[in-house]
Structure formats: C-alpha cells, structure tokens
C-alpha cells in the first residue's frame, strides 16, 4: 500500500473480549441465504479467534481478527476489545495486505510529542473512553482500500485472581456479525492440578452446549474450545445477526492438598497460599453509612435491602454497629454488639427505619466507628481473637464538618493506627473515588465502586461476602534473608476464605538446592504456621512439563504483581517516595513492554519508527491516573470524547450514553427571549441557565425561525459568582466586582477553586476545581448576513463531581440512565429509519439522525449519530420543557 494511503487510526481504550466493532444490522429473515451474508457495509470479518494460555494463575491472551473490505470503495474496518481492568496490553500489531505496522510500548511523556506530531500532519486521533465495571474498551478504527484484507492481534497479560474459592477468566463476546471462522481456546496448566473446570455463556443456548463448546480437564491440564458454525450463531435459523452477544466466562480452581505451592523458573519464583478447612475468625464490624439528601430514593433503598441481606449472614460470634452520618452523626447501639438473634432481630427493624437527610459528613462518621472498635478492644469487650473491620459506604463528598480530603484521610490514619483495614464503598460516579481509594489503601483495606444498576444491593452483598469470613490474621511469608531479592507485598492483615495470597521474587543463587518458605499467621484459636520445603531437582521436572503453554511466565508473573503493586503504593505516596515509585514502575513497564498508566503504547509504521500512526493508554479510575486526551496529549484545550452533554445549534441537546456506545438528541422550539434551566445543582451550588435569541429575520425558505442561544450565565452561589457569555463578551462578577474581556483576546483568569480561558474567537473554558468542566463555543457569521446572527453552543466536558441531586436540561442525564431502541423500521425520510424506543417507562418513536459536535472544529464540526426524540424530548426529559423556563439568566 503506498505512504500516501496510510490509514488514520482511532483507538480507544476506556473502562472479557469484543471481536469486532461493526455497527449491528437489523435483523432480517431470508427466504434463501444469499452467498454474502456476514457481510455488513461491504466489510466482512471472515476470522476471529481468541487464545487464551493460563499457566499457574497468570494468563497470555491473544486476540486475532481477519477482515476483507468487498465493496468497491474503501471501508472503515473496526476492531473493538473489551480487556479486565487488571490487565496490561503487552502487544499490538496491525497487517494490511501483508504489510505489518508494529506496536511499541513508550513513555508516556515520548509517546506525547510524537503524537503531537502526527496529530499536526492530520494522520491520528487517540482517546480514553469511560471504564465499565471489570472492563475497559480498546476499539482501533482503520480505512482499509476496497478488496484489500486486514488482520488485528491485540495481546494481553492478566494474573488470574481467587475469588470465592474459583479462578475466574472473562471474556466479553460480541462479534456483532456472522462470523466464518469463530473461536476461543483455552489452554490450562496448574502444576497443583486442576479440581475444576466450567466455562459459561450469558448466550449460550442448549444447542450450542451440545456442540459448539467443549471442556475438559486431567491431572494438570485443562481445555476449552468455543468453536459455533455460522447456522449456530444466527439469532433465529433463517436470522443473518450474530447470537453471540455476551459474557463466556472460565472457571477453575485447583487442587488443595497442601495449602501452599512454590513455583521456581530461571531464578524467578512464585509461591500461592489458600489453606483450606480453617475455622473463621470472629469479626467486629462497624458499618458507616452516608445517609445524606443524595442517598435519596433507589439508592437508599438498595442499600437498605443489602445490609438486611448481610445481617442474615452474620455469626452469631460476630460483633456489629452501625453508624449514620448525614449532616450529623447516629448510632444504633452506644457500642459492639453481639451478633445474637435477637440483636440481629433489633437491627433488622433499625436498618428498614433508616431515611435519607441532610449533608455529608464523612469525618466524624469514620472517626465515630474507628473509635467504637478501638474501645471495644481496649475494653475487652470483644473476644481477643477476633478481627475488627471498618466498612464505610457514600455517595459523595463530604459537604460539612471537615471537608478537606487530606485531612480526612490525615485523621483516619491517625485513628486506625494500622490495627485494623478500612473498606471504602463508592456509590455512584460523582464522588472522588481516588479519595477513597488512597484512604482504604493506606489503612489495607481497598476502595470498591458500586455502580448505579438493579443489582447494585447484590453488589453491595457480594463485597460483604467477599470479607466475611477470615481465616488468619496478621499473615506474613518468610524466607530465608539472604536468599531472595525484590520481593513482592508478603505481609497481609486478613487473608479470607476463597481467596489467595501470591508473592513472587528472585534467588540470590538460581543453583541452590532447596527452597523453604513459612506462612505465619494468627488463627480463630491458635497462631498457625505452615512451611513449604521444595526439591530443586523435582522443581526442574515439573517445570518441562510446562513449557508447551508459554515462556519464561514466572519472571513475568513477577514483574506483572511488582508493577501493579508499586502503581498502587503510589497513589497512597507523596513527593520524593512518589518519584520513586513511580520511577520503578515505569522501567518495569518499559522493560516488560506492558501499557500501564505510565507508558503509551505507540503503533508505528516500519519504515520510519517516529512517525506513529496511534496510541494505546491504560485509564485508571479517577484524576490522579487518568488518561484522557486533554490531560496527557494536548499543550491546548481538547475536549473529553465521552461522556459528553451539549446543546448547540437549533437548539440541539444531545446526550452521550457511554453505557449504551450510542446518543440520544432532543430540540428544544421557544420563543425568542425564553431563558431555559440547562443545570442547577443544589449541593455545589452551580446553576447553568441559556437565553434563546432568533435570526435578524425570518429566513424566506424555512417554515419556521431558527432559534439559538445568544446567552449563558453560570453561577455559583458559594462563591458568590457569575459569569455572562455572550457572542460579544465575557461578564464575571465576584460578588459586586465586575471584570469583562472580549473575545479578541485570549485570556485565562485563575482564583481559589476557578479557572477561566478564554481562547480567542473560540471558546471559554471554566473549570470548578477537578471534576467539573463546561466549554462555551464562540459561533460567528458574516457580520453583513441577512439572516443569522453570531450564537453560543454550551458543552459540558466534564461533570464527575456534579451531585446526585443536579438537574436541568442537560443535568439530569448526568447519572447513568437506561434505553432500548427496537423495531427499526424505514421512516418518512429514506435516509433516516425510524424506531420504538423505551425509556424511562415512556414507549416512543424515535428517528436515526446525526447532529453537529463543534468543540474541536468551530467551522465544519463533527457529526454525531444520534436517536432524535420528537416534541420537545417529551417522554425522554422529566417533566415537559416548560417546566424548564426560568425568569432571567441568573
């Protein structure tokens, strides 16, 4: 293929495997299968395959997918993967028509300029979409000529966690077409040999299990094929879309005759600890609720129906309390309380009466339970072998009392004094989950988000489940001192029933003869240690056995725990001991060519090794490692890709929903004048409001005047500010103090908690501190033009630390919300087909269409494929749009 027709590649790896990313053709029956099905849009994926080789634990997954444009004209192929949040890209290779384009993993800061490069020379687009809840999407997008094939093989590591007594591998199925040649093959290797083996799908139909899948296992291997015929795969027998739309998930545990097990390969060891059959050691449990305005409602409820479900889990050795905290502090019981039936009976009834209210204060409802088990200890009033734990759960920020995260978390680290962990629960996405989390983590516990969903009571229950049931404490692994060289974490504060703990390291000397470790822990009755003796020579035996699933794994396997350990000692550190974490991990990553969120993954063409075609990143959870485009890539504002929330235009709203990959739009049609509600918020206090303008007269040939926004006023009552844009100026009070700037300049204006750019004959960005961006875009015309006048396009690029509570326009789309779209049907426009789409209990018709997205490109902009909601979004927005209109700007 000549240079001039290198493809433009998007990738996007946000927040399990997706075969390939090609738009869903309705399904339709055939009277005789034609000779081009699995064929949509001219491009067929005639091959996908998915090898998975496990070898103690840790996982070596590739992804293969062949595709061949057959229309006359050049195509757009995609290929989309949905990868476990806890795994690293290591490979990933692009061919088209024989020619290779290979991937190397770089330093992100090296990976920056030479995107920056070819973003200038028009040839790349890179982005960060949002995570789901075990998944993050990596889709590569690339125009391949007509009659030309292209092959993708993406690869990827994963250390396979134990949880709740089973291995768990999850692969996300989703070909989206017929596919010829469909496969997954698992190959599995355990040296302790395998007790079980299971592989399920969310899609699998009886017929399928018959024939398509198989599994087996002996001794210490195992093996799952998933291979469907194309008349297996159709949704109906005379269907041409694909069945295969889901989850297949691998499930395996291992033989537990000793409960230990060391693995020693090239110097490199791994040594697995699950003991079985030990009794559980008593827990003392303080649960913190946040029981603020924001818990209102589902959430409440959810929360309710789980803490109800938990009680019934409870031992009777168990001690419990629990702990409110809203805008003040309650407790049920002055104190622990046994876990009795009748206790047990008095907290049902406590647990249904709670109710919502109030703010949030999280500092005095950790400190009040922190200090309930420390005096229930210090008074002996619990048994002395007995584990206490701390389980917090919010929604939010704390609003009240001590608001300051790093004080919070300076006063829980105090308290708790590393005697006992702290679980921190997110629910919801609009709260500071990195705040969360680094508090857990510096007190060994761990930070959990819950997602907003039906089941998210089943969540709540499932973590409880997870922790329930301890079986030692204080557990340390031990080796002989002069032996071993960069260990991994080998002291834990609770192992529990179901899981693993895993340490891996170097010898000092790879010829020695023997190997000794010792795990010591505290037991419900008695301290415990078990000690692992291994035979060099017998080591050596087993290790050939090994060698037809991959490599040198162990070494690997190492470098894989170290690098995810040191990234998460590094959200807990500052200054120096941060550099230097983050230092060993980056030379790790590079060394080992894992993408990570210290390193980029940088797909090159072969014949010049700077000039990238595209760039590969890992997110992480929040704004300490996140990736995303404006914060990594760009010396200049480039908004967020998703989610996002806009009006522009007519006006056009337009609703982003990342859950669904797709867009809902909606117009609004009022009279000139006419200021609508766009966000209030009550919590932070931020109000968003547009005035609607008209044209200078009415165009001769529309059947109606076109309406935009000619004004938008953003305020926040606790700064006691506001700020007017128009197409002119920028107005911004602090109080009773004005400043006003044109839009000839570019200007950025910084205080306490703001941020204002102007950028010339643009747009204005204003940040509210971290986690809340809104963009206001400058659209200018021919000043002599007839008709139209200059207006505003409103974009929100960032609303994570919005509350629960905002509403408006554009801010009650803000929390993740549900559609369904069905029956797609031709409409009274040929090239628009309409639809049934459900939403919010509403059943509406609804039509295919695309709007404009100008953040980017104020000129031309991109188009964004949309559901266009009739009458005002009637059925889709609470309320009708009337409801929305507001006296005046502020």
Request: proline share 4%; with cysteine; aromatic share 8%.
């Amino acid at each position: 293929m000549a240079s001039a027709q290198w493809p433009c590649l998007l990738l996007v790896l946000s927040s399990g495997l997706v075969a390939s990313g090609f738009q869903k053709s309705p399904s339709r029956s055939l009277g005789k299968r034609s000779l081009s099905e699995g064929v949509v849009k001219g491009i067929e994926v005639y091959s996908t395959k998915i090898s998975c080789k496990v070898t103690s634990r840790f996982a070596h997954n590739i992804v293969t997918t062949r595709a061949v444009n057959r229309a006359d004209t050049s195509k757009e192929v995609s290929f989309d993967v949905e990868l476990p949040k806890t795994a690293f890209i290591t490979n990933f290779t692009l061919t088209i028509d024989g020619v290779t384009y290979p991937g190397n993993v770089k330093e992100k800061e090296v990976a920056k300029k030479q995107y920056e490069k070819a973003v200038s020379q028009g040839k790349t687009a890179g982005l960060v979409k949002a995570s789901g809840r075990k998944l993050e999407k990596f889709t590569v997008s690339v125009n391949v000529a007509a009659g030309s094939k292209v092959t993708f093989e993406l690869t990827y590591e994963e250390l396979l966690k134990r949880h709740k007594g089973k291995y768990e591998m999850f692969l996300k199925v989703q070909p989206k077409q017929l596919v010829k040649h469909f496969e997954i093959e698992a190959d599995i290797f355990e040296p302790q040999g395998i007790s079980s083996l299971d592989a399920e799908a969310s899609f699998i139909t009886n017929d399928l299990l018959g024939s398509a899948l198989t599994k087996s296992f002996s001794g210490k291997k195992g093996h799952v094929s998933f291979k469907p015929s194309l008349d297996q795969q159709r949704s109906c027998p005379t269907c041409t879309d694909s069945l295969l739309n889901g989850d297949f998930t691998i499930t395996y545990d291992v033989n537990r005759e000793s409960p230990a097990n060391v693995q020693i390969v090239n110097g490199y060891f791994v040594h697995f600890f699950a003991p079985q059959g030990l009794p559980v050691v008593p827990k003392n449990v303080v649960f913190v609720i946040d029981v603020s305005g924001s818990m209102y409602g589902r959430k409440m409820e959810q929360t309710k129906d789980a803490l109800l479900r938990i009680l019934e889990d409870m031992s009777e050795e168990d001690y419990l309390n629990f702990i409110l905290f809203s805008g003040h502090v309650t407790t049920w019981k002055d104190s622990l309380v046994r876990a009795t039936p009748e206790n047990i009976q008095e907290a049902r009834a406590f647990v249904k009466s709670i109710k919502d209210q109030g703010m949030t204060n999280i500092n005095d409802g950790l400190l009040r339970g922190i200090s309930m088990l420390n005096k229930a200890r210090e008074e002996r009033r619990v048994p002395e072998r007995s584990t206490s734990i701390v389980i917090m759960l919010t929604d939010g920020d704390a609003n009240v009392g001590e608001s300051r995260p790093e004080k919070i978390q300076e006063n829980v680290r105090n308290a708790i004094g590393g005697k006992f962990p702290l679980y921190n629960l997110g629910f919801g996405n609009n709260l500071n989950y990195n705040f969360l989390e680094s508090m857990a983590l510096e007190n060994h516990g761990l930070a959990r988000r819950i997602y907003e969903d039906s089941d998210a009571h089943l969540q709540l229950q499932g973590f409880y489940e997870e922790v329930a049931n301890p079986l030692l404490t204080g557990v340390e692994v031990e080796y002989p001192k002069n032996d071993i060289l960069d260990l991994t974490q080998n002291a834990y504060q609770h192992l529990y029933d179901g899981s693993e703990i895993v340490v891996a390291g170097r010898l000092v000397d790879q010829d020695v003869n023997s190997f000794k470790a010792d795990v010591k822990g505290h037991g419900a009755i008695n301290d415990l240690t078990f000690t692992e003796e291994v035979d060099m020579s017998e080591m050596e035996k087993a290790r050939r056995e090994q060698d037809y699933i991959f490599g040198n794994y162990i070494e690997r396997l190492w470098a894989y725990l170290t690098i995810e350990q040191l990234l998460e000692k590094r959200k807990k550190a500052h200054g120096e001991e941060k550099e230097n974490l983050t230092a060993q991990a980056l030379d790790l990553s590079l060394k080992y060519h894992f993408v990570t969120p210290l390193t980029s993954m940088v797909v090159t063409k072969p014949e010049d090794s700077e000039d990238q075609t595209a760039i590969a990143d890992k997110p992480g959870e929040g704004p300490v490692d996140a990736v995303t485009p404006s914060s990594v890539y760009l010396t200049s504002y480039q908004p967020p890709q998703t989610p996002y929330y806009y009006v522009d235009g007519d006006p056009h709203f337009i609703i982003q929903v990342p859950e669904k990959g797709d867009a809902i739009c909606f117009n609004i049609d009022e009279a000139p004048g006419t200021v609508l509600r766009l966000i209030q918020d009550p919590v932070t206090g931020l109000t968003v409001n547009g005035q609607i303008i008209g044209e200078k007269r009415d165009s001769p040939d529309s059947k109606a005047t076109k309406t935009y926004f000619g004004k938008v006023g953003i305020a926040r009552a606790p700064m006691d500010l506001r700020i007017e844009v128009t197409p002119e100026k920028v107005a911004l009070w602090n109080g009773a103090a004005q400043s006003t700037f044109s839009w000839l300049d570019t200007v950025t204006i910084t205080q306490e908690g703001l941020s204002v750019r102007i950028n010339r004959k643009e747009n204005m960005v204003v940040s509210f501190g971290d986690g809340v961006t809104f963009v206001v875009v400058l659209h200018q015309v021919w000043k002599k033009h007839p008709v139209h006048q200059d207006f505003l396009g409103f974009y929100v690029a960032d609303s994570r630390q919005m509350s629960a509570q905002t509403h408006g326009l554009l801010g009650q789309f803000f929390h993740p919300f549900d559609f369904k779209v069905s029956d797609v049907h031709p409409g009274s426009d040929p090239t628009k087909p309409d639809a049934t789409m459900v939403v919010k209990n509403h059943r509406l018709t609804v039509t295919r269409g695309s709007q404009k997205d100008y953040r980017k490109d104020v000129g031309t902009g991109t188009k964004v494929a949309c559901w266009f909601v009739h009458n005002n979004g009637q059925g889709l927005i609470d309320g009708v749009h009337t409801d929305y209109i507001v006296p005046d700007l502020f």
